[in-house]
């Protein structure tokens, strides 16, 4: 059984082989019409979204199957007390396959392990957001033709914003890519991020400055600042505003860089760049659909053969804690604090990655 948690889940191949099958389906639309005639995808939504929900709705539609779910928590019995792990165990009764969002990092973690069908993470907490890099890939192999030798900006929330934490473990395992980490200081990149690209020696540099970056870029990745993930309303106050892309910053940009935004967008990249054709962020979103469908159809193959499931590293390192007060360790019934040693040797939560400390 697979599941899909962290776009690391998926190798190089795998994602070759997702975008080429995402191609396919753009061309030969009435090949995959009935792919999925008699699966059911439940989409669980703990958190708003619309273009990740309705796009794996419209991705299982088009492919012929049917589609049961909630849209927020408080529609489902999250909202009486159930675990996620329960609800896992519930809807694997029901469906072929779950697509789930919830607020904490890590939860999907915890539901593939409990699922008996495969899970997508749909964004778990400031953690990852693996479908939106499929989105994001197909768009950068439609758009620059190639998946070396980019220079990718990415600006705005990156402390918060968990599709630039997938972007960057995707995007890191291509030969010549360089990143540009533009923010400002509060938001900066988390350290797990910048220490997993320093241990495979790519290229980065972090900078405030958004206008004196934008010459070099080949690609630049706006986000939003994540204003429901700030502990203190002041700071998102003070952050909000400090990007805005205008037509006068893109003048400075290479004739043929592309600009990314997973959406929604608040006001960091002015209405007025819509017309630029290097604007790609809604072709992105129609791109993400694709990528959905081809995902869909890869883990339900992929769960006719009953192999092992997700599972928790064994014989992690004891007598730590995860302060992460935002992981899902720090609400869901009995389950185990779980840590692994990374490859520099720091100790790690095993659902949130964050950098654990002593008991
Ligand atoms: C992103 C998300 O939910 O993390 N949206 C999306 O899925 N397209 C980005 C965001 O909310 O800012």
Redesign the pocket.
């Known amino acids: 059984m697979r599941s899909l948690i962290d776009i690391l889940d998926l190798s190089v191949q795998e994602l070759d082989g997702l975008t080429d099958t995402a191609l396919d389906i753009i061309d030969h639309p009435e090949k995959y019409a009935r792919a999925c005639e008699g699966k059911k995808l439940a989409t669980l939504f703990f958190?708003p979204?619309?273009?990740?929900r309705l796009s794996f709705e419209a991705a299982m539609y088009e492919l012929g199957g049917h589609v049961i779910g909630f849209s927020e928590a408080a529609s489902s019995s999250a909202s009486k007390g159930e675990s996620v792990a329960d609800t896992a165990k519930i809807v694997s009764c029901y469906a072929d396959i779950i697509a789930m969002?919830h607020p904490r990092d890590g939860a999907a973690l915890v539901a593939a392990l409990n699922a008996s069908i495969p899970v997508i993470n749909?964004?778990d907490g400031g953690h990852c957001?693996p479908?939106?890099t499929l989105?994001d890939l197909l768009t950068i192999r439609r758009e620059m033709g190639r998946f070396d030798h980019l220079t990718i900006g990415v600006c705005g929330?990156l402390k918060y914003?968990?599709?630039v934490h997938s972007l960057v473990g995707a995007m890191s395992r291509y030969e010549g890519t360089r990143f540009v980490l533009i923010s400002p200081e509060e938001l900066r990149m988390p350290d797990y991020v910048l220490r997993a690209m320093d241990e495979q020696g790519i290229p980065y540099t972090e900078t405030a400055d958004l206008d004196g970056a934008i010459p070099q870029l080949d690609i630049l990745y706006m986000?939003?600042i994540?204003r429901e993930r700030f502990a203190d309303p002041a700071q998102y106050e003070r952050l909000k505003d400090s990007y805005v892309l205008t037509p006068a910053l893109m003048a400075g940009a290479k004739a043929d860089m592309a600009v990314l935004h997973?959406?929604?967008r608040v006001n960091e990249i002015a209405v007025a760049v819509d017309a630029d054709p290097r604007a790609a962020y809604f072709r992105q979103?129609l791109n993400?659909k694709y990528m959905r469908m081809a995902l869909i159809l890869k883990l339900l193959d992929a769960a006719k053969d009953p192999a092992p499931q997700a599972s928790l590293p064994a014989d992690g390192p004891s007598g730590w804690r995860c302060h992460n007060r935002r992981c899902i360790c720090q609400t869901e019934q009995e389950l185990p604090q779980t840590f692994y040693r990374a490859g520099d040797g720091v100790v790690r939560c095993a659902w949130c990655d964050a950098v654990a400390e002593r008991e």
């Open positions: 958190e979204s619309t273009r990740t969002r749909g964004g957001h479908t939106q989105a929330d914003g968990r599709t986000t939003r994540q997973p959406l929604p979103a993400g």
